[in-house]
T-cell receptor, first 111, second 114 residues
Framework: GNSVTQMEGPVTLSEEAFLTINCTYT??????LFWYVQYPGEGLQLLLK?????DRGSNKGFEATYRKETTSFHLEKGSVQVSDSAVYFC??????????FGQGTRLTINP | KAGVTQTPRYLIKTRGQQVTLSCSPI?????VSWYQQTPGQGLQFLFE???????NKGNFPGRFSGRQFSNSRSEMNVSTLELGDSALYLC?????????????FGPGTRLTVL
């Protein structure tokens, strides 16, 4: 079945540091890939997505590239801020199937 | 445009009781999906409704059920509550079938079973 594996947290960084959260997937067919973010006390928000190989999703300074050859969709940001502290979920979906989420990575940014 | 609303936001129940959670999707959205979020299992899909019909179902026991009304509002019900049902229950709505449309999540209902 489809599955998503993302790096375990928690991840703690200083402000302005470079961020990478690894995400790899297993899927039949050609999935769409997503990164969601969950701020404290809130639901999930779609951060970015990519629907085919080599697509790059970007939003709010975050980027991720759909790499079919390595079945990966790593999340990156060049300079994190305290306001980026949240839990990040990598997810995939194939046609007519439900969203499958990774376990989530808690990110804390210290000033 | 108002977002997805879930009521109640917090709920405390005891084992053996039953509970009903409500979700109002974004106006115009016809699909509602439900997820359970726990520290141990992460985010797990419960079920998906589109135009009052259940279109997809996750691997949960029959104690978990749901329905969708003609105005697209949805409810989920958990009967004979167990301690392990303590979780954040998230509802997501989408314009059409979620396989092809972005899902927008509500803030969740936090259920505690004592």
């Amino acid at each position: 079945g489809n599955s998503v594996t993302q790096m375990e947290g928690p991840v703690t960084l200083s402000e302005e540091a470079f961020l990478t959260i690894n995400c790899t997937y297993t899927a039949t067919g050609y999935p769409s890939l997503f990164w969601y973010v969950q701020y404290p006390g809130e639901g999930l928000q779609l951060l970015l997505k990519a629907t085919k190989a080599d697509d790059r999703g970007s939003n709010k300074g975050f980027e991720a590239t759909y790499r079919k050859e390595t079945t990966s969709f790593h999340l990156e940001k060049g300079s994190v801020q305290v306001s980026d502290s949240a839990v990040y979920f990598c997810a995939l979906r194939t046609v007519a199937q439900k969203l499958v989420f990774g376990q989530g990575t808690r990110l804390t940014i210290n000033p | 445009k108002a977002g997805v609303t879930q009521t109640p936001r917090y709920l405390i129940k005891t084992r053996g009781q039953q509970v009903t959670l409500s979700c109002s999707p974004i106006s115009g959205h016809r699909s509602v999906s439900w997820y359970q979020q726990t520290p141990g299992q992460g985010l797990q899909f419960l079920f998906e409704y589109f135009s009052e019909t259940q279109r997809n179902k996750g691997n949960f026991p029959g104690r978990f059920s749901g329905r969708q009304f003609s105005n697209s509002r949805s409810e989920m019900n958990v009967s004979t509550l167990e301690l392990g049902d303590s979780a954040l229950y998230l509802c997501a709505s989408s314009l059409g079938a979620p396989s092809y449309n972005e899902q927008f999540f509500g803030p969740g209902t936090r259920l505690t079973v004592l």
